[in-house]
Structures are given as structure tokens and as C-alpha cells.
């Protein structure tokens, strides 16, 4: 059983958080302040970005806490957030991509594209390739990006990643986190084409209560809670992403989650990777596209 005691210190590191005000990506910063990191937390509100970490020093000591504006619908606000910091740091040890959307009514980026295909994708392709230099210049580097058991219904459609034809919210989250998963193994492939040392690894969270569910009715939350029972707790639902920013056990590629019946809760393991015969050559597809939209070619 793997838990927050078996971290490890975390002194010198230093670790970006996107979404790290609130839910699990609070409690992961937290973990990570609290064993001794530089956190760096990405978000759109630096108001609510620097509320959480007055709650956090207000818990515990540990290393230290920045807030910093980073709105990922924007990708000239990941620019900027890249740019400045690359101008204040020279390593980055662990760029965890957390912040994400569910299910909001119809939505896009100011870029044009959906808004969760574009939060919870593009906006965190762009960050991961504007960091990249620096990931990839410090010893044992990781990138950990949270994706959800809901990549299983997710199919990559290239003709509507702007809504052209019509919406569906829940169709498109799912989409958004097949996304998420196809660029944590497509990263890997190119890192080790490459000869780098970098670690792209995936994480999910099971059935964790936190607000991203804000935008579900309650009759879509109470059916949920009928199909999975009680949630887990954030500092449960957090535990993936740790496990795959700390623990020595995992491998390039590797997606994280809990380890019980379903992958649904418990302590983190490793979860089996489902994906469809033709993965390999979409994921591929979906780069050349991300990297079209975005103008970051990496690695």
C-alpha cells in the first residue's frame, strides 16, 4: 500500500503544478510542498492560486510555494507562463499537468478550439513542449499527465475539435483525457527516439470527489453516486499523481491509478493501458495536429 509517507524527500526539486489551487492538484502540491519542493502552481486566478498556498503554509512547513497566472485555454497565456519561467529557473524536475474541465456547457478556448479538448489537451501539449529544454536537461525529469478512466469512451474526432458540427459534453471530456493518454505514450516514444532521460508517465484518479463535477445536474451526480458508491477523498484521488512523480517503480509510458476492483479507488498500481489496434498511428496524427495548432515542436 503505497501513501503519501512513501514520497520521499523532495529538497531541490523543483515541481509545476498546473491546477494546484484546488482539488487533487491541491493536494499534490501540498504533498510535494510538504516533503520539501519548490512548487510552482499554474493558474488562471492568481487570487485563488495564492489563498491556497496561504492555507497550505498555514498546515505544515516544508519548501516553498509560488503562484503563478496560467490560463490553458489560452495559448498565448502558456507562452507567457513558459517564458517567465525559464527566465527565473534553470531545471524543472517535474511538470505534473493536472488543471482539467468536465462537462462545461458549450465552450471554447480563445484560441477557437473546444474547451476541454483544449484545456485539458492543447494547453498542456504547448506547456509540456515550451518546458521541454528544461525537463530535459535535468537528471531523472518527469512529466506526469492526469487522464481518467473516461479515455475508454473517448475517440479522437480531427472534424469537430472546434464543435463545427455539434457538442456533446460528456463525449468531448472523454475525448479530451483519450487525448491526454495518447500524448503521454506518443511523448515517450519520441523521448526515447531521441535518447533522452525523460519520464512521460499518466495518471487518473478513480472516482474522487472534488469540483470538478461542478458543471454535472444532480441527477447526473446522484446517478454516479448510485453506479460507484461513496467517493474517494482529494487526498485519495491525489495519491496516482504522486505515486508517479516519486515512486522508483514506474516505467515511460506507464499509466497510474487505484488498484482496486475497476481501478475505480484504492491506493495506487499500476492500470493497464486499453487501447484500440490503431492507437499508435492516431496518437501520432493527434500530435502532428497539436503541433500544427500550436507551433511547439518537441522533443
Not at 474517494?232 to 509510458?253: E, I, N
Amino acid at each position: 500500500m503505497w501513501t503519501q509517507e512513501n514520497i520521499g524527500n523532495q529538497s531541490g526539486k523543483t515541481v509545476i503544478v498546473t491546477g494546484g489551487n484546488t482539488g487533487i492538484g491541491y493536494e499534490t502540491a501540498l504533498a510535494l510542498y510538504k516533503t520539501g519542493a519548490s512548487v510552482i502552481i499554474g493558474c488562471r486566478d492568481k487570487e485563488k492560486a495564492d489563498k491556497a498556498i496561504q492555507e497550505m503554509q498555514a498546515i505544515i512547513s516544508g519548501g516553498s510555494l509560488e503562484a503563478a497566472i496560467l490560463d490553458l485555454s489560452s495559448l498565448q497565456s502558456v507562452k507567457e507562463f513558459s517564458d517567465t519561467f525559464k527566465s527565473n529557473y534553470s531545471s524543472l524536475d517535474l511538470l505534473i499537468n493536472n488543471a482539467g474541465v468536465m462537462t462545461p456547457p458549450v465552450s471554447k478556448t480563445k484560441d477557437g478550439y473546444e474547451l476541454q479538448f483544449g484545456v485539458n489537451f492543447l494547453g498542456h501539449f504547448a506547456l509540456t513542449g515550451q518546458l521541454y529544454p528544461l525537463l530535459k536537461s535535468t537528471a531523472g525529469s518527469r512529466i506526469v499527465t492526469v487522464t481518467s478512466l473516461a479515455y475508454l469512451s473517448g475517440k479522437i474526432d480531427f472534424d469537430n475539435l472546434k464543435s463545427e458540427r455539434d457538442y456533446d459534453a460528456f463525449r468531448e471530456y472523454c475525448q479530451s483525457k483519450l487525448a491526454c493518454l495518447l500524448f503521454t505514450s506518443e511523448l515517450q516514444k519520441r523521448i526515447d527516439a531521441k535518447g533522452d532521460s525523460v519520464l512521460s508517465l499518466a495518471s487518473h484518479p478513480g472516482v474522487t470527489a472534488t469540483d470538478l463535477s461542478r458543471h454535472m445536474s444532480q441527477e447526473a451526480f446522484a446517478a454516479a453516486i448510485e453506479r460507484f458508491g461513496e467517493l474517494m477523498p482529494t487526498t485519495q484521488g491525489a495519491l496516482p499523481s504522486l505515486y508517479a512523480a516519486a515512486s522508483d517503480m514506474v516505467k515511460g509510458a506507464g499509466l497510474y491509478g487505484p488498484d482496486g476492483p475497476g481501478n475505480l479507488k484504492g491506493y495506487p498500481a499500476f492500470t493497464e493501458t486499453l487501447f484500440d489496434a490503431d492507437a499508435p498511428e492516431i496518437a501520432k496524427q493527434l500530435w502532428e495536429k497539436a503541433e500544427q495548432i500550436t507551433a511547439v515542436v518537441f522533443p
